[in-house]
């Protein structure tokens, strides 16, 4: 199903952006989290910087308590550094559709149905979840949706 909502330029760049991190970029203007909405097409929401999040020592917990609200949908797009137990440091991207099951059924019904013009943009992104409840994003279960995670964004499992 498609609702014939189109997703902006500006998308496709930070999509780009995110996926093809250059070695001369500062850690600190790398792009961690990024949020879009729809307001006629899919625009990018808000984007934060690792520098605007170093006050913030657990970006996965920025994640949980800033970003996902109980009414509003929205996509995300999570630069998620974590370890597994086999290897060391992964960076993976993290392409995620919020529609709370408290939010309006018609606004929800909305992102579900536009979520497949963000699916072909983030094309090639390892992880793709849809999360309706805070309880699917707690940190054990949103690791173990990523594999063998011992630690994410530096804080143990």
């Not at 996965?60 to 009414?71: G, I």
Request: hydrophobic share 40%; aromatic share 8%.
């Amino acid at each position: 199903m498609s609702s014939g909502i189109q997703v902006a330029d500006e998308v496709k760049e930070i999509f780009n952006k995110m996926k093809v991190v250059k070695s001369d970029t500062a850690d600190k203007d790398r792009i961690r989290l990024v949020t879009f909405t729809i307001a006629g097409n899919i625009v990018v929401e808000k984007c934060f910087l690792q520098s605007d999040l170093e006050d913030d020592c657990d970006v996965f917990k920025f994640l949980q308590t800033t970003l996902l609200t109980k009414t509003e949908c929205r996509y995300i797009l999570y630069d998620c550094h974590f370890e597994t137990k086999e290897s060391s440091r992964k960076e993976e991207l993290v392409y995620m559709m919020w529609a709370p099951d408290t939010a309006q059924v018609k606004l929800r019904m909305n992102y579900a149905a536009s979520n497949s013009a963000m699916e072909r943009i983030v094309d090639g992104v390892k992880h793709k979840l849809q999360i309706n409840d805070l309880t699917y994003i707690d940190r054990l279960d949103f690791t173990k949706r990523l594999g063998n995670v011992h630690k994410l964004e530096g804080h143990d499992v």
